[in-house]
């Protein structure tokens, strides 16, 4: 039998059906070891994991991998945005290092596309620093206790699915924002405003509210009986869709009601990037306005 293994601790698959990867994680008995002075120890080294000694090995390569704990100062300098690697390392511990770029980009993606339509303003692009710094500060301060508690969550660490998809950002409206711990449980999430559009399952070929969001523009999410909803449906206002739900669409009632209490009067103002921007919770004496003047300040923050 003839195989052929690369020895690292990266996290790097090797192609092929016949060229397979050990990823080794830091050990105490592995810091005197060369892996490049003798094949021999790697090839100990794979004979130990695989429990026998006669399989045929080759070995392609070896290297090292390393990590760290880093955040940038800025996410910002002039026309040049940092995000993913550039902008925050993080150890492997919980795999949180994609998630939180994806996340970067996606929040600066519509941002650049709005101010090179002239949308927006300079200061919108301002905004990616301030709302993305503290979720990266936040999140490799966590991966670092994770670490520490042997890869385990530990008492009083969040969990990935709350520093992933329950991030907060300053946003008027917001309320008890903390930048040392921007932010919540997200299926706990009541629509505050700089917060993710919360999941509430539906029924039909949509069947969750985030697919109500438009990577292009804002939405208005409302009740079907909202005053907001019957407003734009005579008065529809440019750049904002408007999604409109009936009572017969929401498979999860309880949670719909725990995001829209008062539906007469209820409304989300979801930017491109699912990111709620305006919370509607009272009756407005004129309701297009409000949700115009909404959108201005989400697009233009510095006024």
Not at 28 to 43: K, N, R, V
Not at 235 to 247: H, K, Q
Not at 260 to 276: C, H, K, N, Q
Not at 285 to 297: D, E, I, K
Request: aromatic share 6%; hydrophobic share 45%.
């Amino acid at each position: 039998m003839m195989c052929a293994i690369s020895v690292s601790v990266s996290f790097l698959r090797g192609p092929g059906r016949d060229r397979h990867l050990l990823a080794l994680p830091p050990r105490a008995d592995l810091d005197e070891l060369d892996f490049h002075s003798s094949d021999a120890q790697a090839i100990s080294l794979i004979n130990s994991v695989l429990g026998v000694d006669d399989v045929d090995i080759t070995v392609l390569d070896t290297a090292i991998w390393h990590t760290g704990a880093y955040v940038a100062d800025r996410y910002r300098a002039g026309r040049v945005f940092l995000v993913g690697d550039a902008a925050h390392i993080n150890p492997p511990h919980g795999g949180y290092g994609a998630n939180t770029g994806i996340v970067d980009a996606h929040n600066l993606a519509w941002k650049l596309a709005a101010a090179c339509r002239a949308d927006a303003d300079d200061a919108l692009l301002d905004t990616h620093e301030s709302e993305r710094l503290p979720i990266a500060e936040y999140t490799v301060s966590e991966v670092l206790a994770m670490a520490k508690a042997s890869e385990s969550l530990g008492e009083g660490l969040a969990g990935p699915v709350n520093v992933t998809l329950g991030f907060r950002y300053p946003a008027p409206g917001a309320h008890e924002y903390d930048r040392r711990m921007p932010l919540q449980d997200p299926t706990d999430a009541t629509g505050q405003p700089g917060t993710r559009i919360p999941h509430v399952a539906l029924t039909g070929a949509i069947t969750g509210t985030l697919d109500l969001v438009d990577p292009c523009g804002f939405i208005l999410l409302a009740p079907e009986i909202s005053c907001y909803a019957t407003a734009l449906r005579s008065e529809p206002i440019p750049g904002i869709s408007l999604r409109v739900v009936a009572d017969d669409q929401v498979a999860d009632v309880e949670r719909w009601q725990e995001i829209f209490p008062f539906p007469e009067t209820a409304g989300l103002l979801i930017r491109p990037d699912g990111v709620i921007a305006a919370q509607f919770t009272a009756a407005s004496v004129n309701p297009p306005n409000a949700v115009q003047l909404a959108r201005t300040q989400a697009l233009h923050p510095d006024l």
